[in-house]
C-alpha cells in the first residue's frame, strides 16, 4: 500500500479551501490508502498523470473535482511513498508543477523544493546588475565554504548576484528552504561555524551517509520540520478532519540571534508591533536559559491571567519535556506577588476590586469635601503615592508628579494627601488591599528574602507594557541583579491599560541591550496598514520611558484582501450583518475556532451570541478557556495576545471609542486625558490586528472618530 505524507505547501493550499473541495480531498486521500501502487495508477477516479514538460520528472497530478487537482511528488526508486504537494484549480496545477524541482540537500540531507523556472530566467539578469555593484551580500564566504553549507551549485550562481538583505527576502520563494534559512543566518552575521551548528547539525540525521544519493521515503523522513508523514487511516482521517494550527515557533534568525544569544550583561528589551514575534523570542529565550545549567529556575510573567494560560501551553508545546517545565513558573505579576506576600509574610488581605475602590474613593471625596474628582484621586493613588513608593507628606510635598497635569500647591497637597491616608484607612478598616499594593508588599519582603528559596535565576516578562511601576519592582527584588537578570518584551503601542513607568528610575538599564522588530509574520499588510492608521499622529512612549516608540518600518510580508469598515442604521441591522459575515467565513472553509467577534462592550456581544446561536452557528467565549469547536467571542481586552484568521470588531461607534467613562475630562487632567485618548486608541489597534486574513469592522449610528481616516469613501451606512 501507498504512504502518504504531506508537504507544508500543502498546508497552506489547504486551510484556504472550501468545505466542498476539502471534502473532494479527504475522499481522494482516504482511496489512495487503499489501493495497491498498480491499482493507484490504473484507478480513473483518481487519475494519477504525469506532468508534461515537468522540471522534475516525478511530479504528478490527481483529480480532487472537475476544476481542482492535487500535486503530488511520486517515488521513482522503488519505495511508496507519495508527497502531496498542493491543491489548485486544474490548469495551475500543471504550471505549478512544472515549474518546481525538489532534491536532497547535500548538508542536511532533507528534501527541499526550488522554482528552478524563475530562478533560471532571473540570475542572468541578475549578474549583470551585480558587476555593477559597489558589494556584494556574500562576497567574504567562499564557494567552499557555501558549499559545505549545503549551498548546490544552481543557488551558488544566483547567491553571487545578491546585493542586499532586501534582494535576499525577495528572492526567499525561489530558493530551496534550508539553503535560503542557511543564507539567512549569515546575512544577519552568524559566523559560517556558527550556522553549521545552528542548522546544519541539528537537522542533518546522525546516520546519513557521505552519500547524499538516498531515496524520496529517506528524504521525507529527514525532513520532519516541513513534512507531516502519516502512517494509517485513523491518522489521515484526524490530521484532516481538524485545521492545521499546529503552533508554529519558527524564529527569523534576526530573532533567534536575540533569543539564543549565549548571554547578557544586564536587562533586555525586545519590542516590535503586534505580529513581529515577540512572544516567540520570550519563550525560546525561556528554552535558551534553561539550557545553560540543569537547576536554573525562570520566572515567565504578563499582565493576566489568559496571556499566562497562553503562554504555559505554548511553552509546553516548545520544551516537550516534563523535567524543564518543573523549572518554570508561567504566571501574572499580580498572581506571583500574592504568593510571595503570603509565604514571607502569612496571610494577604482581601484584594478589592476597581468598582469597590473606585466607591472608597467616592466616600473620601465627599467626606472630606474635595473638589476633585473621585478619578482624579484614584489616578494620584496610582501614578504618583505607589508609583513612586510615597510614604508621608513630606515625600509627597516633594515627589515630581511627572505626567500629571494638575498642578497642586502645598495646601492642596496637603488635603490631597489627607484623603490618601483617609483611603488607606479605610482599606484596613475593611482588611482590604488593592493589588498594587499587595505588589509594593511583595517587593519590599524579597528585598531581605533569601532569593535562592523566593527568588529566580531569570525573569522573562512579556506584553512589559501593561505592568505599574509596583509590578515591575516585584519583578526586579525577585531575581539578582546581574547577567542575564531580566529578559524584557513588549509594544507600547498596545499598552491598554493605565501604567506608565520608567525602567531607568526603578534600576532597570537596557542601554546597549534593546532591539527591536519590524517584520509582522501574523497580519497582511493590508490589516497591517489599515490598523495602524486608527494611531495616526500618537505620539508613543517607549517602555523604558526614556523616549518614544514607532512603527516606522513596520511591514507585512503577507498580502490579502483590504479590511471591510460598514456602518449600519441601527444596532440590530448591524448584528445581522455579524452574522452574515461569520456564515460567509464559514462557508469558505475557516474553521468556527479560527474565527472571533469582538466588542467594546458585553451587551452587545450577548446580542451577537444569540443571533449566532438562533443560526445554529455555535459560539465559545474566549474568557471561559473552552476547547469547544466554535467562532470565538471576547471583549477588545480580552484579545490581547491572540490571534484568528477572521475577525469582526463590532459596536465602534462614537459613543464606545473613545468611552467617556474611561476618559478623564480635559478640565480634570489635560495630560491624563490624552494619554486615556490614546489608550482608547490602543484598545481598538489591538482588536483589530488580531486578524491574519480578514477583517470586518462595524458600527451602528455614528462612527467612532478613531475610524474617519480608515473608512474609504462611500463606506457609510450600509442599506
Known amino acids: 500500500m501507498p504512504q502518504l505524507a504531506f508537504a507544508n505547501s500543502f498546508w497552506e493550499s489547504y486551510d484556504v ?18 489501493l495497491t501502487i498498480a491499482e493507484l495508477y490504473a484507478d480513473k477516479g483518481l487519475h494519477l498523470e504525469s506532468v508534461d514538460k515537468a522540471r522534475d520528472p516525478r511530479m504528478r497530478t490527481i483529480r480532487i473535482n472537475d476544476f481542482w487537482r492535487g500535486v503530488v511528488l511520486a517515488p521513482d526508486d522503488g519505495s511508496d511513498t507519495f508527497l502531496l504537494l498542493n491543491v489548485v484549480p486544474h490548469d495551475d496545477a500543471y504550471t505549478w508543477a512544472a515549474k518546481r524541482l525538489y532534491t536532497v540537500n547535500t548538508a542536511t540531507r532533507a528534501l527541499e523544493v526550488r522554482n528552478v523556472a524563475a530562478l533560471e530566467q532571473l540570475t542572468p539578469a541578475l549578474e549583470r546588475a551585480a558587476a555593477d555593484a559597489p558589494a556584494l551580500l556574500f562576497a567574504a564566504h567562499s564557494n567552499t565554504v557555501l558549499r559545505d553549507l549545503g549551498i548546490d551549485d544552481q543557488v551558488l550562481r544566483a547567491v553571487r548576484t545578491i546585493i542586499d538583505k532586501q534582494q535576499l527576502e525577495a528572492f526567499g520563494a525561489l530558493l530551496p528552504e534550508d539553503q535560503f534559512e542557511v543564507l539567512q543566518y549569515l546575512a544577519e552575521g552568524f559566523s559560517p561555524e556558527e550556522v553549521y551548528r545552528d542548522i546544519v547539525a541539528e537537522r542533518r540525521p546522525a546516520d546519513a551517509p557521505d552519500d547524499p544519493s538516498e531515496s524520496l521515503a529517506q528524504a521525507i523522513a529527514n525532513t520532519t520540520s516541513r ?28 530573532q533567534r540571534r536575540v533569543a539564543y544569544r549565549v548571554s547578557y550583561n544586564g536587562p533586555v528589551q525586545v519590542t516590535g508591533g503586534p505580529g513581529t514575534g515577540k512572544t516567540v523570542v520570550a519563550l525560546h529565550r525561556v528554552k535558551h536559559l534553561l539550557s545553560r545549567s540543569s537547576d536554573s529556575r525562570v520566572l515567565l510573567t504578563t499582565y493576566t491571567n489568559a496571556l499566562a494560560s497562553m503562554l504555559r501551553d505554548y511553552l509546553v508545546q516548545l520544551l516537550d519535556d516534563e523535567r524543564l517545565l518543573a523549572r518554570v513558573e508561567v504566571t501574572t505579576v499580580d498572581a506571583f506577588a500574592h504568593r510571595t506576600v503570603r509565604d514571607l509574610a502569612g496571610r494577604v488581605p482581601a484584594v478589592m476590586g476597581d468598582a469597590d475602590e473606585r466607591q472608597i474613593w467616592r466616600r473620601v471625596r465627599r467626606l472630606l469635601a474635595l473638589p476633585w474628582t473621585e ?7 496610582r501614578h504618583v503615592v505607589l508609583a513612586q513608593r510615597t510614604r508621608d507628606l513630606e515625600a509627597y510635598q516633594q515627589v515630581n508628579r511627572r505626567g500629571r497635569g494638575t498642578p497642586l500647591g502645598p495646601r492642596q497637597r496637603e488635603r490631597v494627601w489627607q484623603a490618601m491616608e483617609t483611603f488607606t484607612a479605610e482599606l484596613q478598616k475593611a482588611g482590604a488591599t488593592t493589588h498594587l499594593q499587595v505588589c509594593a508588599r511583595a517587593a519590599e519582603l524579597l528585598a531581605g528574602a533569601d532569593l535562592a528559596i523566593h527568588g529566580f535565576d531569570h525573569v522573562v516578562v512579556d506584553e512589559a507594557q501593561d505592568l505599574h511601576p509596583a509590578q515591575w519592582r516585584v519583578l ?20 491598554i491599560y493605565d501604567s506608565r513607568v520608567s525602567l531607568s528610575a526603578l534600576g532597570i538599564s537596557v542601554a546597549g541591550r534593546s532591539t527591536r522588530l519590524r517584520i509582522n509574520y501574523r497580519s497582511t499588510e493590508e490589516i497591517l496598514t489599515w490598523a495602524t492608521g486608527v494611531l495616526e499622529g500618537a505620539v508613543i512612549e517607549d517602555i523604558s520611558g526614556c523616549g518614544t516608540d514607532s512603527l516606522s518600518g513596520y511591514r507585512s510580508l503577507l498580502h490579502g484582501k483590504r479590511p471591510s469598515a460598514v456602518g449600519y442604521p441601527s444596532e440590530q441591522d448591524e448584528v445581522s450583518a455579524v452574522v452574515v459575515q461569520v456564515k460567509q467565513w464559514l462557508g469558505q ?42 467562532v470565538r467571542l471576547a471583549s477588545m481586552h480580552a484579545m490581547k495576545g491572540l490571534e484568528f484568521r477572521c475577525v469582526a470588531v463590532a459596536g465602534v461607534t462614537a459613543r464606545a471609542f473613545p468611552f467617556t467613562k474611561e476618559v478623564t475630562p480635559e478640565e480634570v487632567d489635560q495630560i491624563q486625558h490624552e494619554s486615556d485618548m490614546l489608550r482608547e486608541r490602543c484598545v481598538l489597534f489591538v482588536a483589530c490586528t488580531r486578524a491574519r486574513e480578514a477583517l470586518h469592522v462595524s458600527w451602528s449610528g455614528t462612527a467612532s472618530p478613531f475610524l474617519t481616516q480608515r473608512t474609504p469613501p462611500g463606506a457609510g451606512h450600509h442599506r
Open 476 to 495: 526586579r527584588a525577585a531575581v539578582a541583579e546581574g547577567p542575564d537578570d531580566l529578559f524584557i518584551t513588549g509594544d507600547p503601542h498596545q499598552r
Open 589 to 630: 472553509g475557516v474553521w468556527p475556532s479560527e474565527i472571533a467577534v469582538c466588542t467594546r462592550f458585553n451587551v452587545l456581544l450577548d446580542k451577537i451570541a444569540d443571533r449566532l446561536t438562533a443560526a445554529g452557528i455555535t459560539a465559545v467565549r474566549v474568557k471561559d478557556r473552552s476547547d469547544a469547536d466554535g
Open 375 to 381: 478619578q482624579f484621586l484614584a489616578q494620584e493613588f
Open 17 to 34: 479551501l472550501d468545505k466542498p473541495v476539502k471534502a473532494g480531498v479527504r475522499k481522494a486521500m482516504a482511496k489512495f490508502q487503499q
Open 227 to 254: 513534512i507531516t508523514l502519516i502512517t494509517g487511516p485513523d491518522e489521515l482521517a484526524d490530521i484532516l478532519d481538524k485545521p492545521f494550527a499546529a503552533w508554529r515557533v519558527f524564529l527569523h534568525p534576526s
